[in-house]
């Protein structure tokens, strides 16, 4: 790499990172009342999935330990919001579900939400997004291949 091509990588990442930082604090203050970013992830996740993961695969799918994924789990299902259940035919392994309560809970975060982030997506125009989301998602795929 030439010493443009380092700066260039090193500016990306570092604008990458600042609003990765400014984007979770944002949203985190606008979710509900005991709602941490974590949560709503994995509701919103299984939400659109709408089909039960075992925390194996969602600690995969958000690149964290299956102790963090359980510490999460935990605290959803202490609150009501997934219905964990043992694998009928596997004891060792355990299924989640979205709960009704989950699900509204989601629904109130996403309300929440959603006028900050489209207030973004209005501020910068919505061509400027269409345009560079391919790009963002061509980096997350090439960065998920590396991991």
Do not use: C, Y
């Not at 990172?17 to 005991?34: H, I, T, Y």
């Not at 993961?53 to 995969?60: N, S, V, Y």
């Not at 809970?105 to 489209?118: F, G, H, L, N, Q």
Request: charge should be positive; charged fraction near 25%; hydrophobic fraction near 45%.
């Amino acid at each position: 790499m030439t010493d443009r091509t380092d700066d260039l990588a090193v500016s990306l990442f570092g604008e990458l990172f600042m609003a990765d930082q400014l984007a979770r604090n944002r949203v985190s203050k606008a979710l509900p009342k005991g709602m941490e970013l974590s949560h709503f992830s994995v509701l919103n996740h299984l939400a659109r999935l709408n089909e039960e993961r075992t925390p194996a695969q969602l600690a995969r799918a958000f690149h964290v330990t299956r102790g963090a994924m359980t510490n999460t789990l935990t605290k959803l299902e202490w609150a009501g919001h997934v219905h964990i259940r043992p694998d009928w035919d596997d004891a060792r392994q355990k299924f989640v579900a979205i709960s009704p309560a989950g699900r509204a809970a989601r629904d109130a975060a996403v309300a929440a939400v959603i006028p900050m982030i489209a207030d973004v997506v209005q501020s910068l125009g919505p061509d400027k997004v269409r345009a560079v989301l391919p790009i963002l998602r061509e980096m997350r795929v090439k960065l998920e291949g590396e991991s």
